[in-house]
């Protein structure tokens, strides 16, 4: 697996997604600058990590969408790369429109920073075919803009790949951390090839850190990308 991992300034979670990528799964990982580009061929998999893109400025991922490297980002997206987005990737790739919807405030005001509990609503993806459908995973959250929101919901119920739910797998809104619509936590394009989330996979991917729940979304792609002919 040839992953990259994107840096914007303002980026604080691409150490995490750079480790998890090379040295819990094994990936041959490189870190990719917000001012470079790439060929669409030279990567099976780009990281947008979490943090603070440009500081947030005008709303999170608003600016980082008009980064150079983000063109790379756009045209690897449509030869099928896997793209992921976590937390600020994933408001990054909302604002590209490499995702639908948008990230509105949470709904209290307040920054989120917790564990969540997820139910994966799809397992036929090539970032969850590793889960069992219906599993219920614990992730950590770290964000204060993590809303979902998408005015035309009915061209998304299709495409939710994780929701928040309580820990029997029940979609609850005490649940739901940020007021998102119907719980969502996490959505995938119509391709299947970008995936963006607000829960960190990348922080729950050893057992020292007190779960391994997010390190099957990396080893699901790893595993789909081995037998890209055989159906998860
Ligand atoms: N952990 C993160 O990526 C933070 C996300 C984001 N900038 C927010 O606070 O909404």
Known sequence: MRCAVVVFPGSNCDADAFHVAKYVLGFDTQYVFHKESFHPDDFDLIILPGGFSYGDYLRPGAIARFSPVMNSVVQAAKNG?????????????????????????????????????????????????????????????????????????????????????DKYGRITQEANPNGSVLNIAGVINDSMNVLGLMPHPERCAEEILGSTDGRKLFESLAYYLERRKVRC
């Open 81 to 165: 790369c896997f793209v992921l987005g976590i937390c600020n990737g994933f408001q990054i790739l909302t604002e590209a429109g490499l995702l639908k919807g948008v990230l509105l405030r949470n709904k209290d005001l307040r920054f989120h920073c917790h564990d969540v509990y997820l139910r994966v609503e799809r397992n036929d993806t090539p970032f969850t075919c590793l889960y069992k459908q219906g599993e219920v995973v614990r992730m950590s959250i770290a964000h204060g803009e993590g809303n979902y929101y998408v005015d035309d919901l009915s061209s998304i119920l299709d495409k939710v790949v994780f929701r928040y739910c």
